[in-house]
């Protein structure tokens, strides 16, 4: 039967930083939620966070996944779609 951890969602968000912080110095924390597509708004990630997370992976106790791929992937679609339409008027001189 698989183990089930006392777990936290743990991304650069001050708020549950601060409230997750003293599980973490207890170390009441078995495992991570990490939604990696979260940090798209951050030019820097702290050394610390990356530690964080890169020790929870190496003992197999992260959880990962993304909040806003699809919604990304979605747009992306749309708009190589728009892109890869001819403009209104336009007149191939190529005929099949």
């Known amino acids: 039967m698989t183990k089930i951890y006392a777990s936290i969602a743990c991304n650069l968000d001050a708020g549950i930083l601060s409230a997750a912080l003293p ?5 009441k924390v078995e495992a991570i939620e990490w939604a990696f597509d979260t940090l ?5 990630i702290p050394d610390w966070f990356t530690n964080l997370v890169s020790e929870f992976s190496e003992q ?16 992306m679609v749309a708009r190589a ?16």
């Open 60 to 75: 197999g106790r992260l959880v990962g996944h993304g909040h806003f791929l699809f919604t990304f992937f979605r747009q």
């Open 81 to 96: 779609a728009a892109l890869a339409r001819p403009p209104e008027g336009f007149v191939s001189e190529v005929s099949f």
């Open 23 to 27: 599980l973490f110095e207890v170390e």
């Open 40 to 44: 798209f708004k951050y030019d820097q």
